[in-house]
């Protein structure tokens, strides 16, 4: 029995060591170097090629190194497979830390002044006065930005698959009352994992119901967005700015639209960076759950997609 380490396109150096310093007796192996695909029971993945997965006949969890689990071709593995996540309360800290400030720097028009002290242009001009912040997504982020953002008294509602009750939180759900939710927002932050339902939902129809003030924070993953519809609504007047932390390409294109746009704030997939020591504690701890039969933490629903 092993353990599989597929997480691609970066050095995995600290991480081998930790999961090896918590597993010393776990045959732990970095694809593409494992001559033996037949005992790897347990693969850690970000990145996977697809066609990893027929390579493992005994295979019994993917862990994703991360919150999300799109980059799991889920319909390629077969269904006793167990699929896991990382939950982890600093990822969802950093997360409403990152979402705050975004807020507050297009409340306080900081990107504007920015570009005033580049020209040397004095301008003063008072903040921003909405306060109402839309969260799509209530689930371990969308909840804690909740939180964070009402605790510096902002009013928050948020939209979900299912109906909800949260403190403090207007809530809504599924797509009957989307336009209500969406009809009154200052900002609204994408928090969704990517699914079937909610690829590209960031689209000109849901733009148009947003007030024309409204300003877009996307931490969810790029798929959500139809880049070009948002393009058409920041050069129309439809929305008034939008950071983005996540693209459909990471990293994106040099010569991307998106980098030079005036009322675009790009970040590089850094809003809630998975801990390599809390991933590898929460892995480990799996692994061990699956050699004694044990329940598996943090598993999501295979047919919902999250
Ligand atoms: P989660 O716990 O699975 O919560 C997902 C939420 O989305 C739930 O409230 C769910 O509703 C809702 N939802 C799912 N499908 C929906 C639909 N079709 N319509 C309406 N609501 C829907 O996810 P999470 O841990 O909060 O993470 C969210 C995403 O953040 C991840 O999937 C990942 O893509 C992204 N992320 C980004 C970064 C970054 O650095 N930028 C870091 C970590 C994660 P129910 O509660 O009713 O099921
Ligand atoms: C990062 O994007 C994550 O899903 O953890």
């Not at 058409?232 to 990293?251: C, H, I, K, M, R």
């Amino acid at each position: 029995m092993s353990l599989l380490v597929c997480v691609t396109r970066r050095d995995n150096t600290k991480l081998l060591a930790k999961l090896r310093s918590l597993l010393p007796d776990v045959e732990i192996n970095e694809w593409p170097h494992c001559s033996a695909l037949d005992r790897v029971r347990f693969v850690l993945a970000w990145g996977a090629p697809d066609d990893l997965w027929p390579q493992l006949p005994n295979l019994e969890v993917v862990q994703s190194y991360g919150a999300g689990v799109d980059g799991i071709a889920m319909t390629l593995l077969p269904a006793h497979v167990v699929v896991t996540r990382i939950v982890d309360k600093q990822l969802a800290a950093d997360m409403a830390e990152y979402v705050l400030t975004h807020v507050l720097a297009h409340k306080l028009r900081l990107r504007q002044y920015f570009t005033q002290q580049i020209q040397h242009s004095w301008k003063p001009k008072r903040a921003h006065q909405g306060m109402k912040v839309g969260i799509m997504g209530l689930g371990e982020l969308g909840k804690v930005v909740a939180e964070r953002l009402i605790a510096n008294d902002f009013r928050v509602s948020g939209w979900s698959a299912t109906p909800k009750s949260l403190p403090g939180i207007s809530c809504y759900s599924a797509a009957a009352q989307l336009s209500e939710f969406l009809s009154e927002l200052d900002y609204l932050v994408c928090l969704l994992p990517l699914t079937e339902q909610t690829q590209g939902i960031l689209n000109r129809h849901v733009f148009e119901q947003l007030p024309n003030h409204c300003v877009l924070i996307n931490v969810a993953r790029g798929r959500h967005v139809n880049e070009e519809d948002l393009l058409w609504a920041l050069d129309n007047g439809e929305l008034a700015g939008a950071s983005l932390d996540v693209f459909s390409q990471e990293p994106i294109d040099a010569t991307h639209p998106f980098w030079s746009h005036p009322l675009i704030t790009v970040t590089p997939h850094c809003a809630a960076l998975t801990s390599i020591d809390t991933a590898c504690e929460q892995i480990a701890a799996n692994y061990v759950a699956l050699i004694n039969n044990e329940q598996i933490d943090n598993q999501v629903d295979r047919a919902r997609g999250y």
